[in-house]
C-alpha cells in the first residue's frame, strides 16, 4: 500500500425532490409536481412501448402483398389499438403531462402548480383510463379504427368498443384537469417580475395547448358517451332509422380531434423554441409573434375540423370554407418555422443532442405541415383521402414533430429533471439513427399513397411491396433508435455524471435552481428582472470564443 | 426555516396552503379555476345542444308533439325552486363574506332542500315518462318506447301522445333521448351539487369559514349557479316548444 492515497470525498446528498422521501407511498401519495410528472413519464413510456409493439405488428404485415401474418379482422384491431394507445395514452398527454408538469412552475417561479391534488387525480385518472382500455385490448380488442365512426362502432362492429370508450372518456377527464391547472397557474402563480412577455415561449405554447384541452375535451367526453348509449341502449342519436344523423358523429368527434392534433404538436412547438433559442444562444426572433402563433393556432385548429368530411355529404360550401380555413393555420405556423429559421441565422449554434432534434423537428415538421395543404385542398383531397398519404402526411406531424420535440426535450431538461447527464455521443447517434429510421419509415409511404395505396388494409397489390419494404425497414431502424435513448436515461440515473445546476448557461428560471431542483423548487421565491432569453452581452462571448459550457467556465 | 414559520405565522391563514404566497392569491386560484371547469362545462353540455338545435330544426313537428306530452306545471315549478335556490345560495356567500355564520349555514340548507325538492319533483316525471311507455331505446330492459298514439277526434288523453302533422314515432323517440340525455346529465350534476353542499354545511357547522377563507363558497356557489343557467335553457327548448299549436 502507498502512503499518500487519493480518494473522493463523497459530497454530502442535497435534499432535493427525488431523495426527500422515499418508499412507494411517498410517491403515490405525493402533490409535488415533478414527483407526478415523473409519475406520468413511466406511464406514458410504458403505453408508448404497447402502441410500438402494435405498429411492429403493423409493418410486419405489411412487409409482403398477401395478408399472411395477420388475418384481416386481427389486422383491424392492431391498427386500430396502435391508434388508440398512440394518440390518447401517449402523445396527447407526453409533453404537457410530463414535462409540462414538471417545468411550468419552475419556469414561472412558482412552487407548484395551482392545485397539486387535482394535479395527483388526474394521474390516477388517467391510470384508470388506461386500465380499462387495456383491459379492453386483452379482453378482445376493437375494430373501429380509432375515429369510431358510426354507424359501424354503433351498430356493427363486435368488439369492445364501450369498453375502450369508456376508457378514452376518463382519460379526458385527466387533461381537461390537466388544462385547467396549467391555465390557473400561468394566471395566478407567476412569481414577481415574471410579466407575460417575460415567459419561456414553453410556457407561451402550453396555454394554447391548455385552452385546446378544456374547449375540446368536454365534447369528446359527450360524444362518446352518447355513442356508448346508442350502442348499449339503441337511443339513436346518429342512427339513421330514427332520424338521427351518423355524419353529426364526425363532426363532433373531429371538433375535438382535430385540435387534438394542436394538443400534441404546439407543445412541441414550445420545446422547440427553447431548443432552437438557447443553443443558438441568442433571443428568439419575434418573440411575440412566435406566442401569439401558438394562440392563432389554437384557435383555428377549432375551426377546419370539416376538412376531416370532405368526402361525406359535407355541402360543397362548408368544404370550400372548412379548405379555406385550414390554408390558414398554416400561416402561423409557418411564422413559427420562419421565426426560428431567422434566430438560427448568425447565431452561434452547438449541435448537442436536443439541438439535433430540434433541426430534425424543423425539417419534418415543414414536410408534415406542407403536405396537409395538399390535403386541405378539395380536389386533391378527393384523390388522397384514405390512402397512404394521409398516413404519411399525420405521421410526420404527429412523430416527426410531436415525438421529435418530446425526445429533444427530455434530453435537455434530462439534467434538471434526474439530476444527471444522458451520455451526449450515443444521444447525437440515436437522436441521427431516428432521423434516417423515420424518414426511411414515411417518405415511401408518401409516394405508395399519392399512387392510390389506401390505408387500413392487410393485404395490397404486389406493386406497392417496394414502397413497403423500405417502410419496414425504415421502421426496423426508427424502433432501434427508440432503443437506445430507452437505455442510456435508465443507465444514467445510476451511472451519469453528475449534473450541475446549469450545465447549458442559460437564463431560463428553471436553471437558477439546484439539479434536481428541491421539493420547493426555488430556496426563495426568484424575483425576475431579465427577459426570457437574455443572454450575456456580444462582446464577452467574443473574449470567450465559442460558446462551449466547459470554455465559459473559464 | 425558523423565521418562514414566523412570519407564516403572522401573515398567513390556517387554511393558506404551502405553494400559494397569500389568501389572495389562493382565492383567486380557486375562483380562476372554477371559472376554467364551468368553460369545459358549457363545451360538454353543447355538443347536446348541437344535437338538439340539428334535429329541432329538421324535425319540428316531431318536436313539437313530444314536447306538449312534458309536464309544463311541474316544469315550471321545477323552475320556480331553481331560481329560488340560486338567490340562497348568493345569499349564502355574502353571508360568508360578512362572516355570519348562523345566516350562513341556514341558507346553504335551505339551497339543498330545494336542490332536492327539484330532483324529487324530476323523479315524479321520469316516473310519469315510464308509465307512458316513453323512455326511449332499450334504457330500461323489458320496458321499450312504446307510446300510446293519440287517434284524430278522440277525447285528449294525457298518458297518449298527441302526434301533430308531420311527426313521427321515431322522431319522438329521438327527442326523448335528446330530453332524458340532457335533463339526466343536468340531474346529475344537481345531485353532485347537493353533495357539495352537504360537505359546505359540516364544514360551516366547524366554522372553517370566515371572512379570509369564503372561496369553497364562492367557488361551489358559481358552479350552482351554472347548473341553475343550465336548467334556464333546459325549460324553454325542451317544455315549451309548440305550445301554440295545440292550443292556439
Not at chain 1, 368498443?161 to 397557474?185: D, E, K, M, P, W
Not at chain 1, 410526420?396 to 451520455?423: E, T
Request: charged share 10%; net charge neutral; hydrophobic share 50%.
Amino acid at each position: 500500500m502507498r502512503a499518500i492515497e487519493s480518494f473522493e470525498v463523497p459530497a454530502p446528498p442535497r435534499v432535493n425532490y427525488i431523495n426527500a422521501q422515499y418508499g412507494l407511498k411517498s410517491w403515490l401519495l405525493t402533490k409535488d409536481h415533478k414527483r407526478i410528472a415523473l409519475l406520468y413519464l413511466g406511464s406514458i413510456t410504458f403505453f408508448f412501448f404497447i402502441g410500438g409493439l402494435y405498429a411492429m405488428m403493423i409493418r410486419l404485415e405489411l412487409l409482403t402483398p398477401q395478408g399472411d401474418l395477420l388475418q384481416s379482422t386481427t389486422y383491424n384491431k392492431v391498427f386500430t389499438q396502435h391508434g388508440i394507445i398512440m394518440i390518447f395514452f401517449f402523445l396527447i398527454p407526453s409533453i404537457p403531462a410530463t414535462l409540462g408538469n414538471f417545468l411550468i412552475p419552475m419556469m414561472i417561479g412558482a412552487k407548484d402548480l395551482a392545485f397539486p391534488r387535482i394535479n395527483l387525480l388526474s394521474w390516477y385518472i388517467y391510470l384508470l383510463g388506461g386500465v380499462i382500455t387495456i383491459y379492453a385490448l386483452l379482453a378482445g380488442g376493437v375494430d373501429t379504427g380509432w375515429t369510431f365512426y358510426t354507424p359501424f362502432s354503433t351498430t356493427f362492429s363486435n368488439s369492445y368498443v364501450v369498453a375502450t370508450g369508456l376508457g378514452i372518456f376518463i382519460n379526458g377527464f385527466s387533461s381537461i384537469l390537466t388544462g385547467l391547472n396549467f391555465i390557473v397557474t400561468i394566471h395566478t402563480m407567476r412569481a414577481p417580475g415574471m410579466t407575460w412577455f417575460r415567459m419561456p415561449l414553453f410556457i407561451w405554447s402550453h396555454y394554447a395547448t391548455s385552452l385546446i384541452f378544456i374547449l375540446g375535451t368536454p365534447v369528446i367526453a359527450i360524444t362518446i358517451l352518447l355513442l356508448a348509449f346508442e350502442r348499449i341502449a339503441h337511443v339513436g342519436i346518429f342512427d339513421p332509422a330514427l332520424g338521427g344523423d351518423p355524419i353529426l358523429f364526425q363532426h363532433l368527434f373531429w371538433f375535438y380531434s382535430h385540435p387534438a392534433v394542436y394538443i400534441m404538436v404546439l407543445p412541441s412547438m414550445g420545446v422547440i423554441s427553447e431548443l432552437i433559442a438557447n443553443f443558438s444562444r441568442k433571443n428568439i426572433f419575434g418573440y411575440s409573434f412566435v406566442a401569439f402563433s401558438s394562440l392563432a393556432i389554437a384557435v383555428f385548429g377549432f375551426l377546419v375540423w370539416g376538412h376531416h368530411l370532405f368526402v361525406t355529404s359535407q355541402s360543397v360550401y362548408a368544404g370550400m370554407i372548412f379548405s379555406f380555413l385550414s390554408f390558414a393555420v398554416a400561416i402561423p405556423s409557418a411564422i413559427k418555422v420562419f421565426n426560428w429559421t431567422a434566430t438560427l441565422y448568425k447565431s452561434s449554434i452547438s449541435y448537442d443532442t436536443p439541438m439535433l432534434y430540434a433541426l430534425g423537428f424543423i425539417g419534418l415538421f415543414t414536410v408534415g405541415g406542407m403536405t396537409g395543404l395538399f390535403l386541405a385542398s378539395l380536389a386533391v383531397d378527393v384523390h388522397l383521402s384514405d390512402t397512404y398519404f394521409v398516413v404519411a402526411h399525420f405521421h410526420y406531424i404527429m412523430v416527426g414533430g410531436a415525438l421529435m420535440g418530446y425526445l429533444g426535450g427530455l434530453h435537455y431538461w434530462w439534467p434538471k429533471i434526474s439530476g444527471r447527464m444522458y451520455p451526449e455521443g450515443w444521444g447525437r447517434f440515436s437522436a441521427l439513427v431516428i432521423f434516417v429510421g423515420f424518414n426511411l419509415t414515411f417518405l415511401p409511404q408518401f409516394i405508395a399513397g399519392y399512387l392510390g395505396m389506401p390505408r387500413r388494409y392487410h393485404a395490397y397489390p404486389p406493386e406497392f411491396q417496394v414502397f413497403n419494404v423500405l417502410s419496414t425497414a425504415g421502421a426496423s431502424i426508427l424502433g432501434f433508435g427508440m432503443l437506445i435513448p430507452a437505455i442510456y436515461f435508465v443507465w444514467s440515473m445510476r451511472y451519469g455524471k453528475h449534473a450541475e445546476a446549469n450545465p447549458w448557461h442559460l437564463p431560463g428560471l428553471e436553471w437558477r435552481t439546484q439539479s434536481p431542483p428541491p421539493t420547493e423548487n426555488f430556496e426563495v421565491t426568484p424575483i425576475v428582472t431579465w427577459d426570457a432569453y437574455e443572454f450575456a452581452p456580444r462582446e464577452e462571448t467574443e473574449v470567450v470564443g465559442k460558446f462551449r459550457p466547459e470554455l465559459e467556465r473559464i | 426555516m425558523a423565521t418562514e414559520a414566523t412570519t407564516q405565522d403572522v401573515h398567513g391563514h390556517r387554511s393558506l396552503q404551502h405553494h400559494f404566497e397569500n389568501m389572495e392569491q389562493q382565492r383567486e386560484a380557486g375562483t380562476l379555476g372554477m371559472w376554467v371547469f364551468l368553460v369545459t362545462e358549457i363545451m360538454f353540455f353543447g355538443g347536446m345542444f348541437l344535437a338538439y338545435t340539428l334535429y329541432r330544426s329538421a324535425y319540428p313537428a316531431s318536436f313539437a308533439s313530444a314536447s306538449n306530452h312534458l309536464d309544463i306545471t311541474l316544469g315550471a315549478l321545477n323552475t320556480g325552486v331553481l331560481i329560488l335556490s340560486s338567490f340562497t345560495m348568493a345569499m349564502a356567500v355574502y353571508f360568508t363574506q360578512v362572516g355570519k355564520r348562523r345566516p350562513q349555514v341556514l341558507c346553504l340548507v335551505v339551497t339543498l332542500l330545494l336542490g332536492l325538492t327539484f330532483l324529487g319533483v324530476k323523479a315524479v316525471e321520469y316516473y310519469d315518462k315510464y308509465e307512458d311507455h316513453l323512455i326511449p331505446g332499450r334504457l330500461i330492459p323489458g320496458n321499450p318506447f312504446n307510446p300510446a298514439v293519440q287517434a284524430e277526434g278522440q277525447p285528449v288523453d294525457p298518458h297518449k301522445l298527441h302526434l301533430l302533422p308531420g311527426a313521427t314515432v321515431k322522431q319522438v323517440e329521438l327527442f326523448f333521448w335528446i330530453y332524458f340525455a340532457m335533463t339526466g346529465m343536468h340531474a346529475l350534476h344537481m345531485i353532485i351539487g347537493a353533495g357539495l353542499l352537504t360537505f359546505l354545511i359540516i364544514f360551516s357547522l366547524k366554522g372553517r369559514f370566515d371572512p379570509e377563507y369564503h372561496s369553497p363558497v364562492e367557488v361551489i356557489g358559481l358552479y350552482w349557479h351554472f347548473v341553475d343557467i343550465v336548467w334556464i335553457f333546459l325549460f324553454p327548448l325542451l317544455y315549451l316548444l309548440g305550445r301554440h299549436l295545440e292550443h292556439g
